[in-house]
């Protein structure tokens, strides 16, 4: 029963991307298939970097919980997406819609503060040389993942908390493929006046800071690449970051909007599209963005398969 007495929403109906049956198929091949990219590639980084003590540097410690956070929210949103596709009705129970709500802003908030983390790590690495051994020292990398996680936590904590105040009668119809925000809040027959404000207070918190330091970081980066004497050198330099402000662009460009446009609670469709690119796409970009161009990883790659094979 999707109702109890009429009145209290016990479990909701995912509509997914589309309707239309011609297109459910192909889209299923093409969404398993970025999946399978998506968490082989991080967990091949993870092990990788866990495996090989030369990268147990600042930079691949950032990138190792970028993989993990990654993976996480990918295998939250997407198998059950998959669903969609081969499911005349995609059911889900009110506990696991706010439990994938949670666990996907945990993740997504976390992610946010780790990538400034590596821009941080690169601006040191870059700008101040000789000091980085002193500023990313074992403890502060730890403190800023912690707090990364911490800020995922709390934010999360407190969406899911709005959310979890709202009474849902009305309908149990979610116009998306996840139990996101928005669409939610939509559904809600209650007064969402609260969550949005928390959405533009948390949310604003959570995507202006990242971004702002992060460009910052990338800003005095860029300035101290074009100082360089070696034309090589510089062209490496800005063949990596501009791979990497490309996906932090998207990453926060979708994510922002999303949840920061002018009445946001609006049509869902596209929203939907901007949904693919920071929960699908980018998950699946961040292992061959930060890896395929990195030699330091190619070189890892090729000592542990030579390992396995002897």
Not at 88 to 99: A, D, E, H, L, R
Not at 229 to 248: D, L, P, Q, R, W
Not at 278 to 307: G, W
Request: some cysteine; charged content about 10%.
């Amino acid at each position: 029963m999707a109702l109890v007495n009429g009145s209290v929403v016990t479990e909701f109906i995912l509509l997914g991307l589309t309707d239309q049956p011609d297109l459910k198929a192909p889209l299923f091949l093409v969404f398993l298939l970025m999946y399978m990219i998506t968490a082989l590639g991080n967990l091949a980084l993870i092990i990788l970097i866990v495996l090989n003590s030369h990268l147990h540097t600042p930079m691949y410690f950032f990138l190792c919980n970028l993989s993990f956070v990654d993976f996480c929210y990918s295998s939250v949103i997407i198998p059950k997406m998959l669903m969609n596709f081969i499911l005349k009705k995609n059911f889900i129970s009110y506990v696991s819609c706010m439990t994938q709500f949670y666990l996907f802003g945990f993740c997504v908030i976390s992610e946010c503060y780790i990538l400034t983390s590596m821009a941080y790590d690169r601006y040191v690495a870059i700008c101040n040389p000789l000091l980085y051994n002193v500023v990313m020292s074992p403890k502060m990398c730890s403190y800023l993942m912690l707090g990364s996680y911490l800020m995922g936590f709390s934010g999360a904590m407190i969406h899911t908390g709005c959310l979890l105040r709202l009474s849902f009668c009305d309908g149990n119809i979610i116009n998306h493929y996840f139990c996101d925000l928005l669409p939610l809040l939509q559904l809600s027959c209650t007064s969402t006046y609260v969550n949005e404000i928390v959405l533009l207070i948390v949310t604003g918190k959570d995507i202006i800071v990242p971004t702002v330091i992060i460009f910052i970081s990338y800003g005095f980066i860029l300035s101290s690449i074009l100082q360089m004497n070696s034309t090589k050198g510089m062209s490496k330099a800005f063949s990596t970051c501009s791979s990497h402000i490309i996906a932090v662009s998207l990453f926060f460009g979708s994510s922002a909007f999303m949840y920061l446009k002018p009445n946001s609670t609006g049509t869902m469709n596209n929203g939907k599209i901007s949904s693919i690119i920071y929960t699908i796409l980018i998950p699946m970009m961040n292992p061959l963005i930060y890896s395929l161009r990195n030699k330091d990883v190619n070189v890892a790659l090729r000592k542990t398969l030579r390992k396995k094979i002897l």
